[in-house]
């Protein structure tokens, strides 16, 4: 932490960005963190800021604290272990003053093992592909953001891992540049296939809050239908086979599959009318706010 906050204020400095605070999230570290940043406060007094947590609470808790607490304007985040450079926050800060509300930083050039980077590659070709967001790294931390941005979505659970899917989804805009990497020196990383599916939940989960939240119907029903279909031609198929051949169906498991592919359709178109029946409801209760960008 010494030597990265060191760098920080030399880049920060030496680019003349301006006023800067340093914020530290100790996410319940067992080590010696918190003792070594009381003693970088005693040196930047005014530019350090730490917060601590009792216990561990996941990184969107660390991120959702730090973007609370945060003062600027402007808000970068990167990780405490060194493998992202310092020298690469100016790039950010240029790139998000053409315009953008989110800068994400792509490692083109990844410093780590095989363990690591293929499932990270089937994450980012999966999440791009299923949300059109067209960024090649969305799990890299080291981003730049619009603060008004960033406090408009809400992150929880690992949903940190989507925030440019979230910020595409209300209208932000989101883009990439490359930056560099480094070997990790610091801590282990827990990223690997078993991270993949939670990842391919969560992503369930953001397709849902960024395209089906006020059309619960369409999500379920769709998935019915298809259900329902494809029961409704087993047990069509079958019928003939029986009628006109003769066969015994009884005890053949494509029938079962056939009417557990029809109920399981009714459940499922039933689910998503219930969800509208909910989303109408709540939205009759209260009074409709649209979110406006800006008024002349």
């Not at 800067?20 to 080590?31: A, H, K, L, R």
């Not at 169906?249 to 029938?255: D, F, S, T």
């Amino acid at each position: 932490m010494v030597s990265l906050t060191e760098k920080i204020a030399a880049v920060t400095e030496e680019a003349t960005l301006g006023t800067y605070e340093i914020i530290f999230i100790d996410d319940g570290s067992e080590d010696e963190s918190w003792d070594k940043l009381q003693e970088l406060k005693q040196t930047y007094t005014t530019r350090l800021r730490a917060i601590r947590f009792r216990r561990n609470q996941g990184k969107a808790a660390a991120l959702s604290a730090g973007f609370e607490a945060a003062r600027g304007a402007v808000i970068v985040t990167m990780d405490a272990d060194l493998q992202d450079e310092p020298e690469e926050i100016p790039a950010l800060i240029n790139k998000l003053s053409q315009g953008y509300d989110c800068v994400s930083g792509w490692k083109q050039i990844r410093k780590d093992p095989l363990g690591k980077t293929l499932p990270s590659r089937v994450f980012n070709s999966v999440t791009r592909f299923c949300s059109g967001v067209e960024i090649h790294d969305f799990n890299c931390g080291f981003k730049a953001y619009r603060a008004e941005a960033i406090r408009a979505i809400d992150i929880y659970g690992e949903l940190h891992r989507y925030i440019p899917v979230l910020l595409s989804a209300e209208g932000f805009t989101v883009t990439e540049i490359p930056v560099k990497h480094h070997r990790r020196t610091f801590g282990v990383s827990k990223y690997g296939w078993k991270r993949l599916i939670k990842g391919g939940l969560d992503l369930v989960t953001v397709i849902m809050l960024t395209r089906y939240l006020k059309r619960p119907g369409h999500f379920f029903g769709g998935f019915g239908l298809l259900s329902s279909l494809l029961g409704f031609l087993i047990l069509v198929w079958l019928s003939f086979e029986k009628i006109l051949f003769g066969a015994s169906i009884g005890q053949r498991p494509l029938l079962q599959l056939g009417i557990l592919l029809l109920i399981l359709g009714v459940q499922l178109i039933s689910t998503g009318l219930i969800g509208e029946l909910i989303h109408f409801n709540s939205r009759s209760k209260q009074a409709s706010t649209a979110k406006i960008t800006e008024t002349l």
